[in-house]
């Protein structure tokens, strides 16, 4: 099976896209053409796919993007088995070309909640957007297959689809957690608590516990980042690829989950958790519905109140204090999301809808 992946929203080394999904169809012997901005994030394609450079759609820059991918999808439709596609401005790409192969559709957010999040969009534009965002997700229902990130999503949508989770690769073994390191591995934004994260690391710098962030940063939250780097505060590694970012997690105290009340978080599993659980470190999460049911059942963290940076503080310090409860919880987390929340155990269903979809069966 040939199989053309395309996204322009998204970094060509999410973790999602390409270390789970496109590293699935590949080792499962199938060819991949992966067609993503690669020139405009400055990353070479992997060897072990066929790299297509398209333009990136960011902010209200768009459209270019949304062009060329259509362009490309028309080129490839006869030398593909299938089209999986990750962005809803993909929809606009595939829609309307005749004797195209099947084409999937990975869900993987809420679009409509997510547009409250987008302060390049105008507020008064967000109502018709979510409704657009609505009817699109209707149309794409029916016209091509979907796949969904997480079992709240099923709400949206008239039919059942295959829920495709975002787990994680969990190493045969892990470090023990430490004493002096927290981290927090993903994108950073206000919503998602940059600003928490940089109070907490201003709180424990007397005590000698240093914050590492990893992750890419939005324009609004870069300036701030580049300050704390200059006043010693904490260390920002901007975006690294999964699978180097991964290796940070081993050996921290804890790892950092500090989402704000949105709407589009409330009914989202955090990957960051279930990877830091999957290295052996506590969690540390403020109070998103699914982050608290996950972190509770295997008792692997710490529920702190919404933007409270001193209450993050007082849990890091709790656990540094305490090595026997420190290590329990990694240990339990370990031993959760090596039995729960391993990406193979997913990667098999995955790879074996997609097979069938390019097959022609339901």
Sequence with gaps: MHVLVMTVVHNPEDARILHRQIRALV???????????????????????????????AQRKRVAAVWAARRLFKRMRD???LVLIHDPELLFAVWGVRNSPPIVWDVHEDTPAT?????????????????????????????MHLLLAETAYAGRFKDAHLIVPNETWVPDSVTP?????????GWLSRARGVMEAIEVARLLQPYRVAVELIGYADPQ?????????????????????NDEALKRLDGALAGLSLLHDEPNYRHSMPTKIVEYMAHGIPVITTPSPRAVELVERYESGVVVPWEDPKAVAQAVLTLRDDVRERRAQGARGYAAA??????????????????AWAAGLR
């Design 79 to 81: 030398k593909v088995d």
């Design 115 to 143: 547009l409250s999040l987008k302060p390049w969009l105008p507020s008064m534009l967000r109502p018709p957007a979510r409704f657009l965002a609505r009817m699109l997700e209707g149309m794409a229902e029916r016209r």
């Design 27 to 57: 080792d499962a012997g199938h060819e991949v053409t992966y067609a993503a901005s690669f020139t405009a994030h400055g990353i070479v394609p992997r060897p072990w796919v066929t790299g297509v450079d398209l333009p990136r759609a």
């Design 177 to 185: 957690p430490g004493d002096d390191r927290v981290v927090y591995l």
């Design 221 to 241: 939250s870069r300036p701030v980042l580049n300050q704390a780097v200059t006043e010693g505060l904490l260390e920002w590694r901007d975006f690294m690829p």
């Design 338 to 355: 090596r039995g729960n929340h391993h990406w193979p155990n997913s990667a098999k269903r995955f790879v074996a809808q997609l097979e």
